[in-house]
Structure formats: structure tokens, C-alpha cells
């Protein structure tokens, strides 16, 4: 009886699995909140830590400026030298010096090349100036009466005005008026509004944003007429300066929210925001984490409905990607489409992508646990037939996966970064060559090209690029859990995975709601969309003032 009983007391090496086991999770645990402790100390506050000691960056109304603030004297050769001392070294700023033919009196035009619609400027201002211009008196409040422009803003501040050139604007000097003035008259080449690329549909609007910011703005607002819709202006960089839009729908809108993104894009303090993803990597909550924090789109449809469920959206001048906060994991897998098209085909896509995304994150892993260390948990003729497709193979199952796993991705990034004709082509045909030469000089096994295969059409699959990368670094991770640990190491990684996005917030909403933390009524818009008839309250978890969409 009591040998009975030894024989089935697991082997050492099985012990040993199991300690294992044990010992990665508390070892990733520490090493996680060592990296907290260590980054956090570096000026960068982690979740949970106190950002009130956080040195805030100012408004650009109370932003100040390196040099004391000036005022015109009225004398427009010492405004001009003034003026010229400061910007005058550009090559591409523009001074054009006229007289005003009914008053007799001086004029400078300055105006940066390129900035500015040129037809606009010569036909229309430059002959009104010249030409037309009588104002009785110089007061500002009688020019911008009477000077017939959309757009006309006046300044004391020497300071003030040589910004506002930089930033685009037209400035006029006149002689004996001891302020300057401003003309806003946008131009110069832009990129004609056309299809996101990024985001591609079968079904919904052909429009995407561009560079332009009052282009983009724009076209939020012709989504559609509100006068709930509103944005507000903000200007971000301490050596160049671009602006930045914040908008949101003001009666649905949680102000708690909206102050906490406020407060965050206030204190970004950095020379300059290239791109929109500068932005989303400073105010994200948990920069240690793989999974992005923020949705970037090119749709301003997607936008739009995401306002409407209390979100709130960013956009950068110069970058077509706007953000939307906060995200969860389930919007990385949304697609528009699945609101254009009927519930049924819009449930059954988007539950293809849950399943692609599954696949494209674990199936190597599995792969390796399967082959390397539980055969037995194949059926028995698929384990022959793959036993023949391995034999001749060289290297262990690991290997042989980060083989053609690393030739995928140089593929595909190569298809990426190569001329638009020549792109798709190269990576189809560079896949189909590498496979088939794998195979016949014996590398890997025809099995795992299939494999692979299907994994990388499942990373295809998920709408948001930026969500892919995320899943096909993680899959390199959750390989070597598995080639260590077999189907323990799986089942940990995948455990792992989702015990960190238990604990990931967006602007302080749990990432996976409402999984976790259960909210049954918001699970009608997750894995089955049901009916729009249905779909009576937005999202509880954005806290929106308010929870009906139809009052």
C-alpha cells in the first residue's frame, strides 16, 4: 500500500517545475516595484504617488517670457530696428515697407514666407493699405473697424508681437501708432484632406484628419450641430511651441476627468512635441507597462462617438493622431465598423478579433509547450504526422519559432519602410521565399510555418496598429515562459498578463472595465454589440453627468 502511495509522489523534476513556478511570479512582483521606486525617483510620479510636489508648466497666457516685456513707442524706425533685433536674422521673414497714399504716412508689413496665403495678402491687403486705407484717426479701435478683415487682434507688447509672427500671423507697424497689429490669414501648403490610412473601413466616412489643426477641429465640428461641443486652446513647448486642442462635450464630460487631463497636459515640459505621440507618452499613468494608456486615431467619427460617451479627446497641430482618454483593452479591439453594420456581422467581427488577438499572442507559446513538453495533449495522429515534419531538425522548438517568428517581423517592418508599389509585394513574396526554403533545408518544420502563418494574419486582424506591437512583443516573452516552464509557463504568462491589466488605470478607469471590476450593464457593448435600440446609457464607468444617451 504504501509503495502504491510513492509511486504516485511526483519526481523531483516536477517539484522543481512547481517551485519554479512559484518563484517567477513573486520574482516579477519585486522587480516591478523595484522599477516603480527607481523610475519614480527619477522625476516621474507613479500610479498612487503624490503629484502635488510636481513642478507645474504655465498656461500660455501666464507663460513668460526670456526677455522684460516692451512696449511700442510710436516711432516706426525704432519699433522696426526693435523688432528686427529680435527676428530680424531669418531669411525667411518678409519686410515690406509702403506708404499709405491718402495719409501720407509710413507702413511695415512683416510676414514670414510660406506661412500665409500670398493671393490673399497681395490683392487684398496690401492694395487696401496702400491704396484705400483712410482711417481719419490712428486709434487701433478705428483701424480694426474699418480694415476689412476676419481676423484683426492688436498688441502693446513688443514681446507678444514678434511671437505672433513666428506663429504665423501678419503683422502691420504703422508710423505714429504706438501699437502693432496683427492679421491672421492661414495658407501655405497643406496635405489635402483624404482616407485615414491607418484605420481603413469598408463601411463609414472617407475623411481623416490631417497636420492641420483648425482643419481638424473643423471637422469635428462637422460631425454634426452642437453647441454642447467645446475646445479648448493650449500651447505646449519651451523652445518651440505648438498648440493643442482639448475637446470634449461639456454636458456629458465628468469634470473630475477632464480637470485631471488638464492638469497633466499643463505639466508637460518638454522642448518640443513633435507628434501627438509625445503627448500620449507623458500623461499615460504607467509608462512601465506594454499596453498603451491612450487611443490614437485618424477618424473623426471614432472621436466623435467616443465625446459622446464622456471621453475626451486631444489634438496636436502638425500630427493627423488624435488622443482618446481614457482607454480600455476593449476599445483597442473595436473597430467603427462594428456600429455601421447590423448587430449580428458587427458581433462576429469583433469576436474574430478577440479570437485573432488571443492567437497572435499565444499560439507560439503553445506551440513550444505542446511539442517541447506535453505531446501527449495532441491527439495521436497529429502528434505522428508532426513527429515526421520534425524529424531532420536541427534545433529545439524555441529556436526554430524565434527563427521564422524574427524573419516575420523584419518583413514586415522591411514592408513598412519600402516604397508603397514594391512594399506588399516584397513582403508577400519574401514570406513565401523564406518559408519554403526553411522547410526544404530542413530549419523548421512545415507545421510551424502554419503556425506562424496564422499567427501573423491574426496580428493583421486587430484595427489599432499601436495595440498589434504590443501583442507581438508579448509573444516573444510568453515563447520563453513556455520553452521554460512547458504549459506551466504559459498558463503563467497569460496569468501574469491579466493580473497586470487588472491593476492598469486610464486617467484613473480600471483598463479592463467592466470585466474587472464587473459591470454587467456596460457588457453591451464588449464581446456582442448588441442593438443600438438597446443601448439607452453610456458607459458607468466614465462617471458622465449624463448616463442617458437619448435625453
Known sequence: MLSTFISYIPGWAVWAQAGAALLVPLLALASY?????????????????????????????????????????????????????????????????????????????????????????????????????????????????????????????LNNFNKSILFGHAALLIEGLPKGLLIELPGGANRPIGEPVSEALLRGPRVGFTEVLSENTAMLRRQGFSDKLEMRSYRSGTVIEKDLVVAFIKDIVNPELLKEVETRISKIDIDFLAESGYIEQLIEDNYLSPFQQTQNTERPDRVINALLEGRIAILLDGSPFALIVPVTFSMLLQSPEDYYER????????????????????????????????????????????????????????IEVLILEVSIEILREAGIRLPKPIGPAMGIVGGLIIGDAAVQAGIVSPFLVIVVAVTAISSFSIPMYSAGITLRILRFVGMLFAACLGMFGTILFFLLICSHLTRLKSFGVPYLTPVSPFRVKDWKDIFIRVPLSLMKNRPAMMKPQKSKRRN
Not at 526670456?66 to 522696426?80: E, K, P, R, V, W
Not at 478579433?353 to 495533449?377: D, E, N, Q, T
Open 33 to 157: 516595484k523595484t522599477l516603480y521606486s527607481y523610475v519614480g525617483s527619477g522625476g516621474q510620479a507613479s500610479p498612487g504617488e503624490d503629484k502635488s510636489n510636481r513642478k507645474p508648466q504655465p498656461q500660455p497666457e501666464s507663460r513668460q517670457t526670456s526677455s522684460a516685456a516692451a512696449d511700442f513707442s510710436g516711432n516706426i524706425d525704432t519699433d522696426l530696428e526693435a523688432i528686427q533685433s529680435v527676428i530680424g536674422g531669418n531669411s525667411d521673414f518678409s519686410f515690406r515697407k509702403f506708404t499709405f497714399t491718402k495719409l501720407q504716412r509710413q507702413g511695415v508689413l512683416i510676414y514670414v514666407d510660406g506661412m500665409q496665403n500670398d493671393r490673399q495678402l497681395n490683392l487684398q491687403v496690401m492694395q487696401f493699405l496702400i491704396n484705400e486705407a483712410d482711417f481719419g484717426s490712428l486709434t487701433a479701435a478705428g483701424i480694426a473697424e474699418r480694415l476689412p478683415f476676419s481676423n484683426l487682434t492688436e498688441t502693446a507688447d
Open 343 to 398: 448587430w449580428l456581422p458587427g458581433s462576429l467581427l469583433r469576436n474574430l478579433r478577440f479570437s485573432a488577438a488571443f492567437l497572435a499572442l499565444m499560439a507560439p507559446a503553445l506551440y513550444i509547450s505542446f511539442i517541447s513538453f506535453h505531446p501527449g495533449l495532441i491527439p495521436t495522429e497529429l502528434a505522428i504526422s508532426i513527429i515526421k515534419t520534425r524529424q531532420g531538425v536541427p534545433f529545439p522548438s524555441l
